[in-house]
């Protein structure tokens, strides 16, 4: 019995390596953005190339209305007209459907666009993606995108309590040239 265990956990050990060596890489800093096209939670598709131009905070989360996440969109909508007034447009983006993100963005009175990557191919060409198999989740990601559709920062050591507030910060500083 013991032996059935070890190995049990062993296999285990083994497919979790194996996902996590499959997974892509995030885009470094300088790098381009990659693009994207995904339904929102009122189905309007959004694209990268809709916020060339602009700031953006595209963030990747693991699932809807589960308290971190929720502390973290929440963080994002009172802090809104701050990171606007710097040229910033934030949009979400996990692996749920959208009616999931729709009662999410209701029930939160999230105004900013929370995309729905179902297959996580987005998430995954972000380095953005937990595969297990038969689950799959996004990490807790975000990718700050310059006017120039480029990678200005990425934040892969998210506090969902004061990361807007850390964006905020970083996005006066790039724009002072700092």
């Avoid at 190995?7 to 995030?26: C, K, R, Y």
Wanted: with cysteine; glycine share 6%.
């Amino acid at each position: 019995m013991k032996k059935k265990v070890i190995a049990l956990i062993s296999a285990t050990l083994g497919l979790l390596f194996w996902f996590h060596l499959s997974a892509a890489e995030a885009p470094a800093q300088g790098q381009a953005a990659p693009g994207f096209s995904l339904p929102d939670q009122n189905g309007k598709v959004h694209a990268l190339k809709d916020y060339q131009g602009t700031w953006t905070v595209l963030y990747f989360y693991p699932k809807d209305d589960t308290p971190g996440c929720t502390k973290e969109a929440c963080s994002f909508r009172d802090d809104l007209r701050q990171l606007e007034a710097l040229g910033a447009k934030v949009v979400g983006v996990s692996v749920d459907d959208t009616s999931s993100h729709a009662k999410f963005a209701e029930k939160y009175h999230l105004p900013f666009p929370l995309l729905a990557d179902k297959d996580g191919k987005v998430a995954d060409s972000y380095g953005a993606l937990t595969n297990l198999g038969l689950i799959k989740i996004a990490k807790r990601y975000t990718f700050l995108i310059a006017p120039d559709s480029k990678i200005a920062k990425v934040y892969q050591s998210v506090d969902t309590s004061r990361h807007s507030q850390q964006i905020i910060d970083d996005l006066k500083t790039l724009k002072a040239g700092k």
